[in-house]
């Protein structure tokens, strides 16, 4: 089947809104959005021409409200059609898009609306208001909060409506305007590890620009199919998972939720999908669960498979010469490689993975069952993407290399600086955070100290990352728990040992490999039991450790009973652990071992 080429160029359009009336005007009937009716069971297909009818209508509702253009409204709901309805009206008025995590915490949610001044809110339903009831008396700014989904508490809050009296008499026609590129479109807010989050100021061209430079690097068709798991409140969701797929006519299928992420994907069968590592390595957790079950023979075969896969891909990369063993590649994949595929839905033409850095292990997996899985790395504030991986000049080990337009280069710390057309406008009401995040000549400080190579970039660590132990000696905690964490055994970590003579982790164990230590399990209680199990651990953990340097041994343990969450406060957003909220908590073990 050939494919259809039909993007939209930056030059022909100049904002977020313009875009989408682009593609309305090209494609009308082609389908943009797929989404699960929860009532009827079903997946329902909206075209290009349909969206437009909403959008209009609610565009006249939101007029409705007394909001003038540069006034911030806020999206408070789950992936879906409305998500994207409620952001092309209101872009199309002129209107300042703030984007809310649905499992943010209630003062982080009551912080950002008072710091960005949002007049409106859309929200799901009782999941959302759960969390704003307690915080409503501090949300002053907000006129309204409207709601898509199904509420019974709102006779205490008179801003409440529901999206469907809202928007009932409200007929009205997609409203066309001439907006500046440049002006602000989105205050995005970091859900940053430590401290209150800040707001980063994205302009239209700032996304725009971005998603084109990001095509310039893996081809995106309009026959193509997304799978939208990432939140859209994440930029590498908004940016490559809704802008890229509008400006190239490609259609979106919203995924239920990540428990059934599984099932989505053998049913929506997609072309295409973005995530970050940790939906992978969950998935190869689970797939490792199940194979422990099986025959030692057919373990092998599936280890068997992946390595000659994985030397396949290095081959055709021109990084290894061809061997014999090669040629028994096509009958592995036929039996085996394919019924991974067959899990993913079967038809994955690319998976792009970014967030965070990619565990090796993870990567050789499902590059060596045939995968095209492809490394990138960005941050919100360059909207957000720096470099990916091409597929012709995949190295899994990097980020990638640098989009069309970006620039990039190392100070004398090591750490990656980057200028390009994506660099945001600067942090909303937080003047002295832009000076120290961008110089003077428009250098970004990404944080991440790097080494550059063949126009490749590999991050080695991070600057505000690195444990210095009381013999002077420094590692860098972050690549210690990508290797911990290859041992399935654990589920989550955080390696610890500043100003100490030996390095300690924080532990959640991943209950479905807990076999390692049943033998120890049934008299955990006991002091010396948890001792025996303890050593198991640290014996697992230093297995894990053993390309670092001798002084790199994790010598002290604390387990944890259950996992680290949004919702408990020690995860962002983003997933991404809090570090110093998780050792704040277990100070005192901590301080123990200081003695």
């Not at 009782?126 to 019974?152: F, H, M, T």
């Amino acid at each position: 089947m050939s494919l259809t080429n039909d993007m939209i160029s930056i030059n022909t359009i100049k904002t977020l809104d313009g875009a989408f009336l682009e593609r309305v005007r090209r494609t009308p009937d082609s389908i943009a959005y797929r989404q699960f009716d929860e009532k009827r069971q079903v997946w329902v297909d909206a075209t290009w021409a349909e969206m437009a009818v909403e959008v209009g209508h609610w565009q006249a509702a939101i007029g409705a409200e007394g909001v003038v253009a540069g006034d911030r409204v806020a999206i408070m709901i789950r992936n879906s059609r409305e998500w994207v309805v409620f952001e092309q009206a209101a872009l199309g008025l002129g209107l300042v898009i703030v984007p809310l995590y649905i499992n943010d915490r209630a003062g982080n949610i009551s912080y950002i609306i008072n710091d960005a001044d949002v007049k409106l809110l859309l929200i799901g339903g009782s999941e959302q208001w759960e969390q704003l009831k307690s915080v409503k008396d501090d949300i002053a700014p907000l006129k309204r909060i409207i709601y898509v989904g199904d509420l019974d508490d709102v006779h205490s809050e008179p801003r409440m409506i529901k999206a469907t009296e809202w928007l009932f008499g409200k007929a009205g026609v997609l409203k066309k305007r001439h907006g500046d590129p440049n002006a602000l479109a989105s205050i995005v807010y970091t859900s940053g590890t430590t401290g209150r989050p800040k707001g980063v100021m994205l302009s239209h061209y700032n996304i725009l620009w971005n998603a084109w430079a990001g095509t310039q690097h893996i081809t995106v068709y309009a026959e193509d199919l997304f799978l939208s798991i990432l939140p859209l409140s994440h930029m590498l969701e908004r940016t490559a998972g809704y802008y890229i797929p509008m400006m190239a006519g490609s259609t979106v299928a919203f995924a239920r939720s990540v428990e059934t992420l599984s099932e989505d994907l053998q049913t929506v069968a997609p072309t295409m999908f973005i995530s970050v590592p940790r939906i992978f390595e969950r998935a190869l957790s689970k797939i490792q669960a199940k194979l422990a079950t099986e025959s030692e023979v057919k373990q092998k075969l599936v280890k068997k498979t992946s390595d000659i896969g994985w030397h396949y891909f290095e081959y055709k990369q021109g990084r290894a010469s061809w061997s014999p063993k090669l040629l028994l590649r096509p009958i592995l994949q036929k039996i085996v490689a394919s019924k991974i595929a067959e899990r993913l839905g079967g038809r994955l033409r690319i998976i792009v993975c970014g967030g965070a850095p990619l565990p090796e292990y993870v990567s050789h997996f499902f590059i060596g069952m045939g995968l095209e899985l492809q490394q990138g790395y960005g941050l919100t504030e360059t909207s957000p993407v720096i470099s990916v991986n091409p597929v012709e000049d995949n190295d899994p080990e990097s980020v990638g290399t640098p989009l069309t337009d970006v620039e990039i280069k190392k100070n004398m710390n090591g750490e990656l600086m980057t200028k390009s057309p994506g660099v945001m406008m600067g942090y909303w009401n937080n003047e002295s955070a832009t000076q120290a995040m961008i110089d003077p000549d428009g250098w970004l400080h990404t944080g991440d100290i790097v080494r550059i190579e063949n126009n490749h970039i590999y991050i080695t660590g991070r600057l505000k990352e690195i444990i210095v132990m009381s013999n002077g000696e420094k590692v860098p905690p972050a690549d210690m728990e990508s290797a911990i964490l290859c041992d399935p055994l654990f589920e989550q970590v955080i390696v610890f040992g500043e100003g100490m003579s030996r390095l300690g982790a924080i532990i959640v164990l991943n209950k479905e490999h807990l076999n390692v230590i049943n033998s120890h399990s049934s008299e955990y209680n006991d002091s010396m039991s948890r001792d025996i199990v303890n050593d198991v651990i640290l014996k697992s953990i230093n297995n894990q450790l053993s390309a670092f340097p001798g002084y790199a041994r994790v010598e002290h343990v604390i387990v944890e009973e259950t996992p680290w969450t949004i919702e408990d406060g020690y995860m962002t957003p983003t997933l991404k652990l809090k570090r110093n909220e998780i050792m704040k908590k277990h100070e005192a073990e901590i301080s123990h071992f200081k003695k």
